[in-house]
């Protein structure tokens, strides 16, 4: 069971980033897919979260009409969209698998990706 996440970097404040998370060695097609993210000297917070089928979405409110969560289920890939960055966007981003209610609730998910960093500079 693999969940890849790539696609962050460094970006000035109000420029774009996609990130993807790849999803691979089981179905997860019952999953609920969340990205997380956190900052140096912080505790890990959600960002947004989707079923494959897209019928449920969710953002935190710090990121909503900025970011866009959604899926390709032919790819397994989920993805982030992130416009309008801030400075205090910056942090690890986290994608991860679900099949427990609380979708904002980090430990209610099950398996996670290795993070991928975005660096957002003023």
């Known amino acids: 069971v693999q969940l890849q996440a790539f696609g962050g970097g460094l970006v000035q404040a109000g420029g774009s980033l996609r990130l993807s998370c790849a999803a691979s060695?089981?179905?997860?097609?019952?999953?609920?897919m969340g990205w997380f993210r956190q900052a140096p000297g912080k505790e890990r917070e959600f960002v947004a979260a989707?079923?494959?089928?897209?019928?449920?979405?969710y953002y935190a409110n710090s990121v909503k009409g900025r970011f866009t969560v959604s899926t390709d289920n032919a790819k397994n890939t989920v993805y982030l969209q992130m416009n309008s960055l801030k400075p205090e966007d910056t942090a690890v981003y986290y994608c991860?698998?679900?099949?427990?209610?609380?979708?904002?609730?980090?430990?209610?998910?099950?398996?996670w990706g290795q993070g991928t960093e975005v660096t957002v500079s003023s």
């Open positions: 991860a698998a679900s099949r427990s209610v609380g979708y904002a609730d980090p430990r209610r998910y099950d398996y």
């Open positions: 060695g089981r179905t997860f097609s019952t999953y609920r």
């Open positions: 989707i079923t494959w089928n897209g019928d449920s979405i």
